[in-house]
């Protein structure tokens, strides 16, 4: 069983608590030697960060067809780890549904995982507003069938979130659990916002931070040459600039800039857990310093980073 350091939060009010580190999978485990991969995988579990997020890249603007969670999944089995001690958390895609239905979507993930089940899933984005009522309809039809647990939203437009929610408390069945949300030291708006913050603070969602270091921008101060994720509101440059004052007040708080932004996004009550990549063993050892800090130093960590926030003239709200 797996050490708790840090208090774990559930992801949603009807889930379990899930560890506060999550491993993203974009590209990620393709980064890494096999053995590099399941000695990551048993250090995860043991640092409060046994929570892997887990996706078949396969459409839309992601049609890649990545390999990541094949190789995850190869190390998963290698690893040994108690299923129990995990949480695993798969995605779905609305680029190409319903022509491409959710069942086939997840049946085919979990099958190149070598994976009998996901705890809980994300529902991506979009760009036309989806069927409401039939996605919470299709997405419940999966829990039903014992494939998933619980659900949340990635990145979607709060009225959508509300409709989605509403449906589901009419109709009796599940609703999204949480939000994956673009959120760290530069990104705020949205997460803190008057749109999905109130959400936050009656309890009807939790938050799952994503993107924090902006594609690793601000964990290393340079500009990846790798694929990232969308620059919101064109606002990238920006935030390539705040690097110096992030490395700078991780200087003084003794940690590295990603883990200071790790820590930023813990220091937020809603958040459940903060959701990165890591290819290497020691990023992972340096982001969990982020959990000591936090709970010891999170509200000094938000006062010493306030003029670090850049999207505050971006819509909240979720609309590009």
């Not at 108690?82 to 609305?94: A, F, P, Y």
């Not at 989605?164 to 997460?191: C, D, E, N, T």
């Not at 101060?221 to 994720?229: L, V, Y």
Request: proline content about 5%; aromatic content about 8%; hydrophobic content about 45%.
């Amino acid at each position: 069983m797996p050490e708790t350091t840090y208090p774990w939060k559930p992801l949603g009010s009807r889930s379990a608590p899930v560890p506060p580190l999550a491993l993203g999978s974009w590209n990620t485990w393709d980064r890494m030697a096999p053995d590099d991969a399941v000695a990551l995988i048993r250090r995860a579990v043991e640092l409060d960060a046994g929570f892997f997020d887990v996706a078949y890249y396969n459409m839309g603007p992601h049609s890649e067809n990545s390999k990541t969670d094949i190789l995850f999944g190869q190390a998963l089995r290698a690893s040994g780890v108690d299923r129990d001690d995990i949480v695993l958390c798969g995605k779905l895609w609305l680029w190409d549904w319903p022509n491409q239905g959710f069942r086939a979507q997840l049946v085919e993930s979990l099958e190149r995982a070598g994976l009998d089940r996901f705890d809980t899933l994300v529902v991506g984005d979009y760009l036309d507003a989806p069927d409401l009522p039939r996605l919470v309809s299709d997405v419940n039809e999966l829990i039903a069938e014992g494939l998933v647990g619980s659900w949340g939203i990635n990145n979607w437009r709060i009225e959508h979130t509300r409709e989605a929610l509403a449906v589901a408390a009419a109709q009796g069945m599940a609703g999204p659990a949480f939000a994956q949300l673009k959120y760290g030291i530069a990104r705020r708006s949205m997460a803190e916002g008057d749109a999905y913050g109130p959400l936050f603070a009656e309890g009807a969602l939790a938050l799952q931070a994503s993107d924090v270091f902006e594609g690793g921008i601000l964990a290393t101060g340079r500009m990846p040459e790798r694929k990232i994720g969308a620059d919101v509101g064109g606002i990238r440059e920006q935030i390539a600039a705040v690097y110096p004052e992030v490395a700078r007040v991780a200087g003084e708080f003794g940690v590295t800039p990603a883990a200071l932004g790790v820590a930023f996004c813990l220091s937020n009550p809603a958040t459940a857990n903060v959701l990165f990549g890591a290819s290497r063993l020691a990023q992972l050892e340096e982001n969990h310093a982020a959990l000591a800090l936090a709970r010891d130093h999170g509200a000094e960590v938000r006062t010493a980073l306030a003029d670090c926030w850049v999207d505050r003239e971006v819509r909240a709200d979720g609309a590009w």
